[in-house]
């Protein structure tokens, strides 16, 4: 507590002819002007039409998205997202020497990062969200900003340059959302420095090929972290399985290479694992398979080997399993065909043998997909995919079923896309089914084309 008050040193010279100005006014009918300035500066935006009127002091903590300390009293929170606002993110604002909260979220800003924010030193939250703010961020805006800072959004802008490794001075930050920008450069280490930083957020940026910085194994309190597409090369980071409080891990669409670390699968309050579209290895090996907080599991699209683990079997909050595109092999658990919450299965293109689980949709009401295409599958379709109404699509071409097509599935009236071309399916195709033509069934059983085409030509 005491380093940022020296670090800010520098800074309270220039922010204290501001305190004259406006603080020491100490008339709220100051910060009235301020506010009816910041309405002007976005064309007397309509959403803002309830703001002017009558002189009474301290009248402006009554207007809309406006909050007070005290009535009468300073501004201290503005919620101005979602209002059409355009235009720059306007100087006044940083006369109100009190604001904690500012949202400005989802406007059509424009313009750069206003260091007027610097004068507002009680700041803890500012969402810039959403707007279309653009060029480099101030090299010196870890410093600038106000000590506070809990949580900086800035989500969905069009920032560009590098990410000024200044930040790092922000060490109250919990929230850090640079995602969804034009950011090129590397990942500095120095954001390794945040150490109570609970949700990181850089995805979607333009970076040049890099690694996450090393430092980042320091940040033991995150509970989300959002990579996705962010041109990063290296072995999957293995530190993060030294951090406990994890919820969300979106390392999706990089370059990782090497295997999954086993103790990942040991965090306790893992939710999502996205680590879809990267180069990653080796079997999904599990130690002590305790992440029974799993909603979504996506490796889909690396190559990886090995069995699914039967750990998954036991996920009872799992919605979505997506496996694709490996080079899994094995057997599919019969557990999974019991999980309760169980929404989409997507294991095609892998080696996978045996049977579809005989149980699949027999206890799950959710169940609307399942992908099978590309293994070595044999036996029957599981004959209550539909038993919970919910059904919409299975495919499951270029395996070796058999059997026919389970009279509960012939006549799922939800059912929308199935596709079985390519194995050794046999029977009547039900006349339920043929109703359903005319309900978009597409990619239609190529394995009776032989049988049925002067039936199927009614599908066209
Ligand atoms: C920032 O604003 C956006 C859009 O209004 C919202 O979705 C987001 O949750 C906000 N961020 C934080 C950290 O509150
Ligand atoms: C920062 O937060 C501390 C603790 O809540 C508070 O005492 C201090 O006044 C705040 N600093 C500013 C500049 O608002
Ligand atoms: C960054 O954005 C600004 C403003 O949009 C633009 O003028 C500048 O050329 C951009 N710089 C880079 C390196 O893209
Ligand atoms: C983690 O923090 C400690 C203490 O600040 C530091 O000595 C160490 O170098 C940091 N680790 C990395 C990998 O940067
Ligand atoms: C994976 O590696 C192959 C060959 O090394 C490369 O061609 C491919 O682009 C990589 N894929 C990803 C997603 O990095
Ligand atoms: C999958 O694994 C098998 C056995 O290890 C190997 O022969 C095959 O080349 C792999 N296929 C792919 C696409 O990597
Ligand atoms: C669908 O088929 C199953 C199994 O034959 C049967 O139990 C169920 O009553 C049928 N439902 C409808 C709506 O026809």
Redesign the pocket.
């Known amino acids: 507590m005491a380093t940022p008050r020296r670090a800010c040193g520098g800074l309270l010279v220039l922010v204290l002819p501001c305190f004259l100005l406006h603080g020491a006014a100490a008339q709220p009918a100051g910060e009235a002007q301020l506010l009816l300035r910041i309405k002007r500066a976005w064309g007397d935006l309509p959403a803002l039409a309830a703001w002017g009127g009558g002189a009474v002091a301290g009248a402006h903590c009554a207007w809309p998205y406006v909050r007070c300390d005290e009535p009468g009293g300073r501004v201290t929170e503005l919620d101005l997202a979602s209002l059409d606002a355009r235009g720059p993110i306007p100087d006044a604002v940083g006369g109100l020497s009190s604001l904690t909260r500012l949202d400005v979220s989802n406007n059509y800003l424009v313009g750069g990062f206003s260091t007027a924010l610097y004068r507002c030193a009680s700041l803890r939250y500012l969402n810039l969200s959403q707007n279309y703010l653009g060029g480099e961020l101030p090299a010196d805006i870890g410093h600038g900003l106000g000590k506070n800072l809990t949580v900086l959004d800035m989500d969905g802008n069009e920032f560009n340059g590098t990410i000024p490794p200044s930040l790092s001075g922000l060490r109250s930050l919990r929230y850090l959302s640079l995602s969804s920008n034009h950011f090129a450069g590397t990942i500095p280490a120095e954001l390794g420095e945040l150490a109570n930083l609970q949700t990181l957020y850089l995805a979607y940026n333009m970076f040049d090929t890099g690694r996450l910085p090393a430092s980042f194994e320091n940040l033991t309190k995150l509970t989300a972290v959002w990579v996705e597409q962010c041109n990063l090369v290296g072995d999957f980071p293995s530190y993060m399985v030294g951090m406990p409080e994890l919820q969300i891990l979106d390392l999706a669409r990089n370059a990782f290479t090497g295997r999954i670390p086993a103790g990942i699968w040991s965090l306790k309050k893992l939710k999502l694992m996205y680590v879809y579209g990267n180069n990653l290895t080796g079997d999904m090996v599990v130690d002590d398979f305790s992440a029974m907080s799993l909603t979504a599991i996506d490796v889909s699209e690396n190559k990886l080997t090995g069995i699914i683990p039967e750990g998954f079997g036991l996920l009872e909050n799992l919605r979505l399993l997506s496996l694709f595109r490996n080079n899994f092999s094995g057997e599919i658990p019969v557990s999974i065909g019991r999980l309760p919450s169980l929404e989409r299965l997507r294991l095609h293109s892998n080696r996978f043998s045996g049977t579809l689980p005989p149980e699949l949709g027999k206890h799950s009401p959710g169940l609307i997909l399942v992908e099978a295409d590309d293994n070595e599958l044999v036996g029957t379709i599981p004959?209550g995919l539909?038993d919970k109404g919910q059904f919409l699509s299975l495919t499951a071409s270029r395996n070796r079923l058999d059997g026919s097509i389970?009279?509960?599935l012939?006549?799922?009236?939800t059912l929308s896309y199935l596709k079985l071309d390519d194995n050794q399916l046999s029977g009547k195709v039900p006349e339920?089914s043929f109703d359903l033509c005319s309900y978009r069934i597409i990619g239609w059983l190529g394995v009776f084309r032989r049988r049925c085409t002067s039936t199927l030509r009614r599908c066209t």
């Open positions: 004959e539909c389970p009279p509960g012939a006549n799922c009236s339920r």
